[in-house]
């Protein structure tokens, strides 16, 4: 049982995931800004990114987990460290803070406060590079927990970090991050439409993570082990 209440908690999530995205839509609006080539512009976009996790994982999670990912709240739902009113709450919270994030983004770069993207990110190697994205996420936060936790803020930023470049869709994985980057049409969004094939994508990347390091962090007996357990 956490120390911190539900309320505390759900505040913790929102801010954290209105700060993670208003750095990914903030640091794409200024890198686009700044640059016209598209790779110093995406690496303008990479490093925030993975710089603002460590600091919010490493300032929230002592309250909330420091989940500021529905998929995350999934997992940890599945593994039954979350109720399912608390898991639901997480990722409303994720989802309004995300939102947020993006339209203070919006105010802070004088841009049009409400708009729709229209960029395309769909089709099969997005979807499965979003697989892969998400999956490579979970597998870190598991393994990191197991093995050594207060490392868990340098794994996931330096994950993402890396993940905007070897994956073909940058690496969202995350459903709050992608249905707050359908609220920008600048360098970082998504068009609403594409949404679906993402949340679906990463979810399933998830899921196939729990399954997976849920085995694969379980130690087996030994011979000897059973013969006394037995």
Not at 81 to 107: E, R
Not at 134 to 154: C, H, K, M
Not at 204 to 210: D, H, K, P, W
């Given at each position: ?143 990191g927990i197991r093995f050594r936790e207060a490392a868990v803020p340098w794994l996931v930023g330096l994950y993402i970090t890396a993940a905007y470049w070897f994956t073909a869709s940058t690496s969202f994985a ?18 609403p439409v594409d949404l679906p094939g993402f949340i679906v994508a990463e979810f399933i990347g998830a899921a196939l993570a729990l399954a997976l390091f849920s085995w694969l962090l379980t130690p087996e007996k ?9």
């Amino acid at each position: 049982m956490s120390e911190f209440s539900l309320k505390q908690r759900l505040t913790a999530e929102a801010l954290g995931t209105a700060m993670l995205v208003g750095t990914v839509v903030g640091s794409g609006i200024m890198a686009d800004r700044l640059s016209d080539d598209v790779a110093v512009s995406l690496l303008g976009n990479t490093i925030p990114t993975g710089a603002i996790l460590v600091v919010l994982i490493t300032i929230l999670g002592p309250i909330s987990g420091a989940h500021f990912n529905p998929a995350v709240t999934f997992v940890f739902w599945l593994k039954r460290n979350l109720s399912l009113t608390a898991g639901l709450s997480y990722i409303a919270a994720q989802i309004a803070g995300g939102i947020c994030g993006t339209l203070i983004a919006h105010v802070m770069f004088e841009e049009a406060v409400l708009q729709a993207s229209t960029t395309a990110r769909t089709g099969p190697a997005q979807w499965v590079a979003e697989i892969v994205a998400t999956f490579g996420l979970l597998a870190s936060i598991l393994a990191g927990i197991r093995f050594r936790e207060a490392a868990v803020p340098w794994l996931v930023g330096l994950y993402i970090t890396a993940a905007y470049w070897f994956t073909a869709s940058t690496s969202f994985a995350n459903p709050a991050v992608a249905i707050s980057r359908a609220f920008t049409d600048t360098f970082a969004g998504i068009r609403p439409v594409d949404l679906p094939g993402f949340i679906v994508a990463e979810f399933i990347g998830a899921a196939l993570a729990l399954a997976l390091f849920s085995w694969l962090l379980t130690p087996e007996k030994t011979a000897g082990e059973k013969a006394v357990s037995s």
